[in-house]
């Protein structure tokens, strides 16, 4: 069977440039081996496109992995870092969209700010890329810059990552947990959210906690969306949600993208690539048994996770496609999870 062309919910991909701008030629166009991504390796397994996060790691990362070795041995606990200034995030986010930009202007993708624009660029050959931002820390609290953003592209946003900002408090990687882990969203933080509906772009909930959650689903319009979580059923950390926050995107009519961290989908919250795909598919068994067949897509978290060895980076797809299949999904289904419902999220979300 030919390849399922794949939509992703998430990757930081843009953070290895940002590691090594004087080597992106190799690593983008060519690929050099290293991480999970690369031009070669998307077109080998079936990665259309998907949502390119601009991350800023926090100091003391030195922009390493923000993955840490407790995580092998659950119960852990890690602390928040601590909240970025506008000053030191805003440089490293130009920096990473503007290494978004060289790759369209390689022209091998496409920066695209509607579903048609995506639908073209898979059409055509090229990656077709939703500019996202993880943690709004670029963005002061008069919000004049997710203008700015937008207007560079900005279609999707989430307002938290694993750390404290102005607008609100993300979990911490705590296992075992659940999301409840402090308070919700600031004056700041349901402005932004409000700024961002009236601006159509697309608000995920990946890394906020509970009362933010909840603070977003009270203010926001639009679908609510988690790019890449997974069942807090299926693995208690603090990072997944949980059946009754996957009640309420049902009932928006938003959708869920499968994380492949490992330890955010094994049961035992091991960070251990020793993982197969029994349970991905008990992940994704359990979002659509509340979610629905159309609300659920996948969310990979390439280049940034510890992901389960058979699937190995973005050429492993088929074989995640493959085991989808043996496990009983139909062919329809199949293509709704790798693409087609995240197609018709943005439709809703943006329009078309």
């Not at 496109?49 to 390493?64: K, L, T």
């Not at 697309?202 to 997974?230: C, R, W, Y």
């Amino acid at each position: 069977m030919t390849n399922v062309p794949v939509f992703d919910g998430h990757n930081d991909f843009l953070l290895r440039l940002q590691k090594q701008p004087g080597n992106r030629d190799t690593i983008w166009l060519k690929g050099d081996g290293t991480g999970q991504l690369d031009l070669p390796r998307m077109q080998a397994g079936g990665f259309a496109g998907g949502f390119f996060a601009v991350w800023c790691p926090s100091p003391e990362h030195e922009g390493d992995s923000h993955y840490d070795d407790d995580w092998k041995n659950p119960p852990y606990d890690v602390p928040l870092p601590e909240a970025l200034s506008l000053d030191y995030a805003l440089p490293i986010a130009v920096a990473e969209i503007g290494h978004l930009m060289w790759m369209e202007r390689t022209g091998t993708l496409s920066i695209c700010r509607s579903v048609a624009d995506i639908r073209q660029a898979m059409a055509e050959g090229r990656i077709a890329a939703i500019l996202h931002m993880e943690g709004a820390e670029a963005i002061g609290t008069d919000l004049d810059a997710l203008h700015v953003w937008h207007a560079a592209g900005l279609r999707s946003l989430g307002p938290v990552w694993s750390r404290p900002t102005a607008f609100g408090h993300g979990v911490p990687f705590r296992f075992p947990s659940s999301p409840d882990t402090g308070d919700g969203l600031t004056a700041a933080g349901k402005d932004l959210i409000r700024e961002c509906n009236a601006l159509k772009i697309m608000v995920d909930l990946s890394h906020l906690n509970e009362k933010g959650f909840n603070d977003v689903a009270a203010i926001s319009d639009a679908p609510l969306v988690a790019t890449h979580s997974n069942a807090h059923a299926v693995s208690p950390t603090a990072r997944n949600l949980t059946d009754r926050q996957l009640r309420m995107i049902a009932e928006s009519n938003g959708m869920v993208g499968l994380n492949y961290a490992c330890s955010f989908l094994r049961p035992d919250g091991r960070q251990d690539t020793d993982t197969g795909f029994d349970v991905m598919l008990r992940h994704l068994d359990h979002l659509i048994s509340i979610l629905g067949e159309d609300r659920v897509g996948l969310g990979s978290d390439f280049d940034g996770a510890e992901i389960p060895a058979p699937l190995g980076d973005v050429a492993g797809l088929p074989r995640l496609i493959e085991a989808l299949r043996a496990h009983g999904y139909g062919e329809a289904l199949v293509e709704k999870l790798a693409h087609r419902n995240w197609l018709a999220l943005l439709e809703r979300t943006w329009g078309c």
